[in-house]
């Protein structure tokens, strides 16, 4: 299709913030737009530049036969901080303490708004390492493995607790409880994931990181490689943590059950920020 510069400008937008991290050659969009490889190149400068100057993200040039563009989403540390301060000042609401020292978060897992800015910050993040597919457990994790998978353009595969018979055959390991000290079975199915494959962990909650420590032991069923750890919210009254390395977004730093009363902060994200 025969386009003007300001159509192929909008049309070239949403196609690659429909598919970020995707290699684009350039001989695509000449012959989608029946235009110049100069033509599009000056057309991918605009946009790289708007991306850019709006914190939307970057277009990467990759040169050579088998190069070309690809979008990288990224999110500045001002909007960073804007959605880790939301998060905060939602989580330290009194009517969220729940039993155990959890909190209420089905409201803001179930905002896809929210949880579509917590998607593409950990997605810039992670940008720069090698990940095939996003790993969450059943149930909460699912909404945030969705969102940050979105972003990286990669599938998203489920542990559960219990055998599906619609999943076929399944790979099970039993692991401790970080908090209940516990001995529980997380499994996953054969077809899921691929031998080698490059996982990244996403879940909601952590206090001791059992549940997160159980699904990095379950990649070494599958010879698969740890990119990272991403949680949503961490628990900082924890004596022992299963898990080292993790990258959070807010700090659960106390909870006094009489007087209904939440401390929430910023978690370790901003280190790991551009």
Sequence with gaps: ??????????????????????????????????????????????????????????????????????????????????????????????????????????????????????????????????????????????????AVAHFLYVPVVIVRHDNKVTEGSMVSINYVSGSSKRIQTMVLAKRSLAEGANVLIIDDFMKAGGTVNGMVNLLNEFNAKLSGIGVLVESEETKERLVDEYISLVKLSSVDVKEKQITVKAGNYIHFME
């Design 1 to 146: 299709m025969k386009l003007r510069r300001s159509g192929r400008l909008v049309d070239m937008t949403h196609y690659l913030l429909e598919r970020p991290h995707q290699l684009i050659p350039l001989t695509f969009f000449a012959e989608r737009y029946e235009s110049a490889k100069s033509s599009i190149s000056e057309d991918l400068a605009i946009i790289k530049q708007t991306f850019e100057q709006q914190g939307i993200g970057t277009i990467k040039t990759l040169p050579g036969a088998a190069g070309g563009v690809q979008y990288i989403p990224k999110m500045s540390k001002h909007e960073a901080e804007e959605v880790v301060t939301y998060l905060c000042e939602q989580l330290s609401r009194p009517d969220r303490l729940l039993p155990g020292g959890y909190l209420y978060m089905t409201d803001i897992l179930g905002d896809p708004r929210i949880v579509n800015k917590i998607g593409r910050l950990y997605a810039s993040i992670f940008a720069d390492r090698p990940v095939d597919v996003v790993m969450t457990i059943a149930t909460k994790g699912i909404p945030l493995a969705y």
